[in-house]
């Protein structure tokens, strides 16, 4: 049977993707018309602070609570129990990463030595934050920590001039920012941001930039003691706004970022990941703390599996966080299979993270609109020869013409919905 040829991408209707009561809001509007490229959606969402694109469902509904969250953090700084706050951590802000920037190492000495406990836990990345700073100066050819590779062939690819192409920071504000958060961290900063994102039911590492300046703003000034307790008390949780179940593991908000980093690094070298390919992927500009703690819990939630450390090429050579997010969702949606559905074997990378079982072949697909088209075809014609038989699992829905020429070639699509793409706990 020759290939049919390929069809357009379907534009969907946000309406039938989402639940109706989240479509709009008091600060919101999600554009009706949802395209897609043939695997993954793209949502616009208009708000108050700008507009955001999601390429998923699960997506759309995270930035939609985000959303909820920046609204109530705008409010906070516009009452006047919180306005001289803002005010007051804003100079303080401002004087400690002027000295960290002119003095980083300096800076750090005044550290209590009784912190030293903080840095035996976080281990290689925190050996003193003055070293991390040197650490980053010492590679200025590798600022990203991107590799060529498979990665960066997937969906969910940057758009042009987008993430990608940022760019990025001097020396001075390397050390401000890198030494300062360190010195924060000790003194309970950290905890208070993710103390804050709690309160608001979001993730305190999300990628959405307006949401973590607003967190980093809001977190300084209740860390540097000019907003009271009880002007956070006002913030009210994103699920009381918007009436979507939270995807946010209670690890994101209890678990100390240091903590994370050492069980990631423990776990990816348990599995035979090489050192280096481990301090890449702590480092991965692409990968949020909650991306990269999800992909190795998903990893580690697939006992007796074989070279689980096979994703690391794929995952190291992602060029932005909507690709980072496939790997991760493959990752988590192989697990499950792995738990529920059927035994796998080893894991190997063709293009994308697959799966043996047996004399079958698995493939996770977490797409949302699959449609007949050049990459499909090319990547189903090349792995079909690899194994007489072929299962790939989709977490959306496929057209009739992209059903009947993957069965033409052997393959098995097999409907796994995950509606919420929830993280493994």
């Not at 955001?52 to 959303?67: G, K, W, Y």
């Not at 949401?211 to 300084?220: G, I, M």
């Not at 992927?281 to 070279?307: E, I, N, Q, Y």
């Amino acid at each position: 049977m020759q290939p049919a040829p390929f069809e357009p991408p379907p534009v969907l209707s946000a309406a039938d993707l989402l639940p109706t009561e989240v479509l709009s809001g008091p600060h919101h509007r999600v554009v009706d018309a949802v395209p897609s490229d043939g695997l993954l959606t793209r949502f616009t969402i208009e708000t108050d602070f700008g507009t955001f694109e999601a390429a998923s469902p699960a997506l759309a509904l995270t930035r939609i609570r985000e959303i909820a969250a920046l609204a109530e953090l705008e409010k906070l700084e516009t009452e006047d129990l919180a306005k001289d706050g803002f005010e007051h951590s804003a100079n303080r802000l401002k004087e400690s990463f002027q000295n960290l920037a002119e003095d980083p190492e300096g800076s750090l000495k005044g550290i209590p030595e009784g912190v030293s406990r903080f840095f035996n836990r976080v281990g290689r990345a925190a050996k003193t934050g003055y070293q991390t700073i040197e650490d980053r100066r010492a590679e200025p050819d590798e600022p990203t920590a991107v590799l060529p590779g498979p990665g960066s062939r997937l969906p969910g690819a940057p758009l042009t001039g987008s993430q990608s192409a940022a760019k990025q920071p001097g020396g001075a504000e390397v050390a401000a920012k890198l030494a300062g958060r360190t010195a924060a961290d000790i003194f309970g900063y950290s905890e208070q941001r993710r103390e804050i994102a709690k309160r608001l039911d979001v993730d305190p590492y999300t990628d959405n930039p307006v949401l973590t300046k607003r967190l980093d703003e809001v977190a300084w000034a209740a860390f540097s003691g000019g907003l009271g307790v009880t002007a956070l008390k006002a913030l009210a949780p994103a699920s009381n706004l918007v009436t979507v179940t939270s995807s946010a593991s209670n690890w994101v908000w209890e678990t100390k970022p240091g903590d994370l980093r050492v069980y990631n690094e423990q776990t990816l070298l348990g599995l035979g990941a090489s050192s280096v390919d481990v301090d890449r992927l702590l480092r991965h500009p692409f990968f949020t703390t909650s991306l990269r703690t999800r992909l190795v819990k998903a990893l580690d939630a697939m006992p007796g599996v074989a070279d689980r450390a096979a994703v690391m090429p794929l995952a190291l050579s992602v060029t932005s966080t909507g690709q980072a997010r496939f790997v991760v969702e493959s990752a988590e949606m192989l697990a499950r299979i792995h738990a529920a559905e059927r035994r796998l074997e080893r894991l190997f990378i063709d293009g994308t993270l697959i799966a043996q079982s047996g004399e079958t072949l698995v493939v996770p697909a977490p797409v949302d609109a699959m449609s007949w088209n050049t990459q499909l075809q090319g990547f189903g014609q090349r792995v079909a020869v690899q194994s007489d038989e072929r299962r790939m699992y989709i977490r959306g829905g496929a057209t009739p013409l992209a059903q009947e020429q993957l069965a033409a070639i052997g393959w098995t699509l097999v409907a796994w919905p995950d509606p919420a793409h929830a993280p493994l706990r």
